[in-house]
């Protein structure tokens, strides 16, 4: 059986994550349970490769939700 190799110096929690690229520990999660994210989960803490993020930062949309617009009155 083949096991992963992992560099533990480039491996950060949630939190450390979420503070790295400017967004909430939820939306990590949120990242994380979409699988957009590869992750270990050692008992009730997820690790996170630095690699990964920096992949999953370039491959996020920017976008996000379109603004509202005005209604004219007319």
């Not at 999953?56 to 603004?67: E, F, I, N, T, V």
Request: proline share 4%.
């Amino acid at each position: 059986m083949m096991t992963a190799r992992i560099d533990i110096g480039n491996v950060l929690t949630v939190s450390q994550a979420a503070r790295l690229l400017k967004i909430t520990p939820a939306a990590i999660y949120k990242a994380i349970k979409r699988r957009r994210i590869p992750y270990l989960q050692i008992g009730r803490i997820f690790l996170i490769e630095r690699a990964h993020l920096i992949s999953y930062k370039k491959d996020k949309s920017l976008g996000g939700r379109p603004k509202k617009r005005n209604k004219e009155i007319g």
